[in-house]
């Protein structure tokens, strides 16, 4: 790996908005740009759009192309890291798209794709507070659940690129029908999605609480960031929610202490933001009913990178050596 | 790694009988040795026992200790792979042994450990059926279950070398206490263990079946090898046992399929001797409940490799650039 080029570019591909940004090995962004996506047009369009602002970046911070290592993408969907193709993503509207090979006849760099659960996982690492573990997951309770699994200091990729898939592990084998097929699946117990459905029922049954009011008695208004924003106020009906969700994440993480043995889970994700009580439950669970070494050989904390982790870990992908050097 | 060594030495460290093998590049056993295992002697003694197998598996081939790679040691327990010793293990009544270094300066060859699950997953790794597959979990179902889990063509061992504790991830958080701590793991519905006791349950409740005739009317001697024997030849109670304990075992792989996205998995372990009926029926639920992509790029086999597993894995640690270059 081209350690005599200092900088690489990471790209943010999501539904609505196209970050670029150039980073350097301590996770620094440089420069930073961003345009719409404009699902609307055709995918080549679109790429187009991404190389413009790759040369945007460039060109702003003045750095030349050859002192760039490659090109890292973070997307939703299916891709294939072996050919640097989209598959399948529903919020860019694609199917089998070459993106990589579009961007790097381009710029003639290397492109990677990487998922944005894995991105996240690679920016903690790469430039997290936890970097320099090998064994770290990023869970992310955002409207799903998912997860970047880092073992042994690689990232855990599976056979189709598909692994991480934590949200739809099964609790409960006679549980609810989930989208994917499984049943019980943990993010039909924890996730944004789950707490708002649980809050709407709930007051549809006449719980008392300060939701309806302050949502204009509009049931439709109410989403996890209602429910987890009254949980902090203090509202106790949020509350009882929040801490039914932490109780199956805990459930959920134990799973996970199990089979991988992490020393750092951070979590991330918009219901985080206000999950102070969730992540308390969930780790009084993971206490209560883990395997004692394997949990206190576990850290638990929120991540601190927020909304720069598409492209931090997009970009981090071309930092492999500095990880491993770093100490915890 | 010493290329031009052409063997390892693989040692399956059990409660009662230890062997050694001297293992070349493609799994073949070319002479192997036993020995009881006798714990109630110190730990030195048993270690002597283990170097004078090695010894005399070198001088019954005719081959010099100068083209032997190292020395591989599979055992149940907790081990440190770091400092190669064995923390803790209960069938060995070991606490802390310091067993690499004692064998390293003993032979000046390298020596490593590594627990039974993940020798049983090496073994098929490099000489199994899948050989050359990165992306590969063994999981064993026998008086308990584990797993030894390779990714991306790494195994995982967590940062505490515990990971693989697939028999205790949660399949019902309001289930029953398991041994571990936590609630409704999978060895409480699928193992050697909770086979044999829900026989013996539905027998004192009067169930129907040829077990009890079988074993002289002692519920003591019914044993999961009793019940899979029996549901091979028809016994409907323990055909439906079998058929239990599939249904969870499929909800169970399901779940790993979700979050490693293998490639091949294999089964072994004593209850899957007579293990059809379980293993259609896990079958049956992963083809039902699994994320259809994943599902497919899965597939599941019974071991092809038996009693040899030990020694194979724990030998097959000294060849990775062979499993490298085997294409599936």
Redo the contacts between chains.
């Keep these: 790996m081209n350690q005599d080029k200092p900088y690489a570019i990471g790209i943010d591909l999501g539904g609505t908005k196209i970050i670029a940004a150039i980073v350097d090995e301590h996770g620094n962004i440089l420069r930073q740009a961003n345009a719409a996506t404009q699902t609307e047009e055709a995918a080549q369009a679109v790429i187009g759009r991404i190389g413009d602002l790759v040369q945007t970046v460039l060109d702003e911070s003045g750095i030349n192309l050859s002192r760039i290592r490659g090109i890292g993408i973070a997307t939703a969907g299916?891709i294939d890291t072996q050919r640097q193709m989209v598959i399948f993503a529903s919020n860019l509207n694609w199917s089998d798209v070459p993106i990589g090979a579009i961007l790097q006849e381009r710029f003639g760099v290397a492109v990677q794709l990487i998922n944005d659960a894995n991105a996240a996982a690679v920016a903690e690492w790469a430039f997290g507070s936890a970097r320099g573990?090998?064994?770290l997951i990023y869970v992310t309770v955002s409207t799903g659940v998912g997860?970047g699994?880092i073992?042994?200091g690689?990232?855990?990729?599976?056979?189709?690129?598909?692994?991480?898939?934590?949200g739809?592990?099964?609790?409960?084998?006679e549980g609810p029908l989930c989208v994917?097929?499984?049943?019980g699946c943990l993010e039909n117990y924890t996730s944004g999605l789950a707490l708002a459905s649980r809050a709407r029922e709930q007051l549809l049954q006449g719980a008392t609480s300060s939701l309806l009011v302050e949502n204009g008695n509009d049931l439709s208004r109410i989403t996890a960031k209602e429910v987890g924003e009254a949980a902090v106020r203090g509202d106790l009906l949020s509350m009882t929610l929040m801490k039914e969700a932490g109780?199956?994440l805990g459930?959920g993480l134990?799973?996970?202490i199990?089979?991988?043995?992490?020393?750092v889970i951070v979590m991330g994700g918009g219901v985080m933001k206000n999950g102070q009580l969730l992540l308390a439950e969930a780790k009084n669970v993971i206490r209560?009913?883990?395997?004692?070494?394997?949990a206190n050989?576990a850290s638990i904390q929120l991540t601190t990178i927020g909304a720069e982790a598409g492209v931090l870990g997009a970009a981090g992908m071309y930092y492999p050596s500095e990880r491993e050097m770093v100490e915890v």
């Design positions: 299916i573990t090998k064994d997860a699994i073992s042994g690689r990232l855990i990729t599976g056979v189709g690129d598909s692994a991480g898939e934590f739809h592990i099964s609790l409960d084998p994917c097929g499984n049943r109780y199956y459930v134990t799973n996970l199990h089979l991988f043995n992490p020393q209560e009913r883990s395997i004692s070494r394997m050989q």
